[in-house]
């Protein structure tokens, strides 16, 4: 059973371009969520998806970014417009049945955006 | 608001000694405790994790944990480390209720380092 697989691993950017990070949950998980991890400081939440529905996005920063989890592919973060400070790491997470207190929560290896 | 605080950043050791890393919580629900380690470059690998019972949790890799409700701690411990222990530790808090259930609040790591 593959686990949580994302890319690309890393990503080069331009201030202003756009950035797409893609994730695959492992086989039979219906949930998504996203993290960030800036240099020096642990793991941020910012959004978690289900398939075709965004069930929590309050940690997303407000203008530039979105995610998306459709029926049929994997589920995409996008940051338009990039700038140096969204330069991180980004991990997604995977887990059976989100609302379960008992879910462990599967991590991929992450993307790492630079921007330069 | 709920937050994880790790009281260490760095943890350096030798090889074979015991270790602890400190784990604290403030939340104004209940919580279920899980430690994570990350080794470079890579995603986050789930050692342990308390739901409920035992205070006490036994991990994978020698790990384990203990649950102390009053002081609101969930320390992290193995009585004699290796060098493939050091690794980046991060404690995570999710709580069992409320709209946020989704997520996970990490604390900001601890860099434990294991000198031969």
């Known amino acids: 059973n593959a686990g949580v697989m994302q890319n690309p691993r890393h990503l080069v950017r331009r201030r202003g371009q756009e950035a797409r990070l893609r994730c695959s949950p492992m086989?039979?998980?219906?949930?998504v969520y996203w993290y960030r991890q800036l240099p020096e400081e642990g793991l941020k939440f910012m959004v978690y998806?289900?398939?075709?529905?965004?069930?929590?996005e309050s940690g997303m920063p407000k203008e530039r970014f979105s995610a998306e989890f459709p029926k049929e592919g994997p589920s995409i973060l996008r940051i338009q417009q990039v700038v140096r400070g969204d330069s991180a790491a980004y991990f997604c997470?995977?887990?059976?049945?989100?609302?379960?207190?008992?879910?462990?929560?599967?991590f991929g290896p992450g993307t790492r955006l630079t921007v330069l | 608001a709920q937050s994880v605080t790790q009281l260490d950043s760095q943890v350096p050791v030798f090889e074979e000694a015991p270790v602890e890393l400190r784990c604290n919580y403030s939340?104004?629900?209940?919580?279920?405790l899980f430690w994570y380690v990350q080794y470079p470059n890579q995603g986050l690998q789930l050692l342990l994790k308390?739901?409920?019972?035992?205070?006490l949790v036994k991990g994978i890799n020698g790990f384990e944990a203990e649950f102390n409700k009053s002081q609101t701690s969930f320390h992290l411990r193995k009585p004699s480390v290796h060098i493939s222990d050091t690794a980046e530790y991060f404690c995570?808090?999710?709580?069992?209720?409320?709209?946020?259930?989704?997520?996970?609040?990490f604390g900001r790591g601890t860099q434990l380092t294991v000198w031969p």
């Open positions: 086989k039979g998980h219906s949930h």
């Open positions: 998806l289900q398939k075709e529905n965004i069930i929590d």
């Open positions: 939340s104004s629900v209940s919580v279920y």
């Open positions: 997470a995977s887990s059976p049945m989100g609302q379960q207190s008992y879910n462990e929560q599967f």
């Open positions: 995570a808090v999710r709580l069992d209720r409320g709209s946020t259930l989704g997520r996970l609040y």
């Open positions: 308390y739901l409920s019972g035992s205070t």
